[in-house]
């Protein structure tokens, strides 16, 4: 059909492009939705790639691609998303989960969330998803992979909790707990069980600190301008109350 050769083209082409085209193609697509002039039947092709139901499009690159195209469409309709999301949960979930397919089922999710709070149960799990990928020990050959991902589940979480950093905090400590060993007392650690810590958990707690901060500060800077905001807006009313008032 039509649909499937305009959709593997469209998976190639993002699978090839660098940064400066991802853009642009973000853009095009974002455009094209906002127009309705993505047809539904090329939609439908692209989540069928994404749950492996196309026997064309089965490749793991190829989902990925398919996923993020409809990332980039939904710049313009976050509900494109919002409408599938058991199965964007579905690339969450498993011990053989895609990392990078993860990655772009979690900046899925941040769309979904831009228009609007998502359910109680509906965030429980997904808070439950990304805790447990925060948490899981990728193979040496897909170390890197972990990065991008935690960096996007970390994002994913400011955008759908509500106290996002009582559940950083949750995780974080579930993070060091297993690095490190438990102790009784108060005491350093021995020298023999800090050899036996593993490189690569060290590093990704390390990471995940660094970038919760991160995300704490912007946090604390846009709160600020919030209330600077009100604060400017309130003297104004002030203002022209006392304008208003006979002299």
Same mark, same amino acid.
């Given at each position: 059909?039509?649909?499937?050769?305009?959709?593997?083209?469209?998976?190639?082409?993002?699978?090839?492009?660098?940064?400066?085209?991802?853009?642009?193609?973000?853009?095009?697509?974002?455009?094209?939705?906002?127009?309705?002039?993505?047809?539904?039947?090329?939609?439908?092709?692209?989540?069928?790639?994404?749950?492996?139901?196309?026997?064309?499009?089965?490749?793991?690159?190829?989902?990925?691609?398919?996923?993020?195209?409809?990332?980039?469409?939904?710049?313009?309709?976050?509900?494109?998303?919002?409408?599938?999301?058991?199965?964007?949960?579905?690339?969450?979930?498993?011990?053989?989960?895609?990392?990078?397919?993860?990655?772009?089922?979690?900046? !899925?999710?941040?769309?979904? $969330?831009? %228009?609007?709070?998502? =359910?109680?149960?509906? +965030?429980?799990?997904?808070?439950? *998803? &990304? /805790?447990?990928?925060?948490?899981?020990?990728?193979?040496?050959?897909?170390?890197?992979?972990?990065?991008?991902?935690?960096?996007?589940?970390?994002?994913?979480?400011?955008?759908?909790?509500?106290?996002?950093?009582?559940?950083?905090?949750?995780?974080?400590?579930?993070?060091?707990?297993?690095?490190?060993?438990?102790?009784?007392?108060?005491?350093?650690?021995?020298?023999?069980?800090?050899?036996?810590?593993?490189?690569?958990?060290?590093?990704?707690?390390?990471?995940?600190?660094?970038?919760? !901060?991160?995300?704490?500060? $912007?946090? %604390?800077?846009?709160? =600020?301008?919030?209330? +600077?905001?009100?604060?400017?807006? *309130? &003297? /104004?009313?002030?203002?022209?109350?006392?304008?208003?008032?006979?002299?």
């Amino acid at each position: 059909p039509h649909a499937v050769g305009v959709a593997r083209g469209l998976v190639e082409l993002v699978h090839t492009a660098t940064l400066t085209e991802v853009t642009s193609l973000e853009e095009i697509l974002a455009e094209w939705q906002r127009q309705e002039q993505l047809p539904n039947a090329l939609l439908n092709v692209l989540w069928e790639t994404v749950q492996g139901r196309r026997p064309e499009l089965r490749e793991a690159w190829q989902q990925r691609s398919a996923l993020a195209l409809l990332c980039m469409a939904a710049v313009a309709d976050g509900g494109l998303l919002r409408c599938k999301m058991n199965i964007l949960m579905q690339q969450l979930r498993g011990k053989s989960v895609d990392l990078d397919l993860a990655r772009h089922a979690c900046i !899925a999710m941040q769309r979904c $969330a831009a %228009i609007g709070p998502l =359910e109680g149960k509906a +965030a429980r799990c997904l808070m439950n *998803s &990304l /805790e447990e990928l925060m948490m899981c020990s990728p193979p040496d050959a897909h170390s890197e992979r972990w990065y991008a991902m935690g960096e996007q589940a970390i994002n994913t979480a400011f955008a759908v909790h509500d106290a996002p950093e009582e559940w950083c905090s949750i995780v974080i400590r579930q993070m060091g707990a297993a690095i490190f060993p438990a102790h009784a007392g108060v005491e350093a650690a021995s020298n023999e069980a800090y050899q036996s810590v593993c490189s690569g958990a060290l590093s990704r707690l390390l990471f995940t600190l660094g970038h919760v !901060a991160i995300k704490t500060l $912007a946090q %604390i800077e846009a709160c =600020e301008k919030q209330l +600077a905001k009100k604060h400017q807006a *309130s &003297l /104004e009313d002030e203002a022209q109350q006392q304008d208003k008032q006979p002299k």
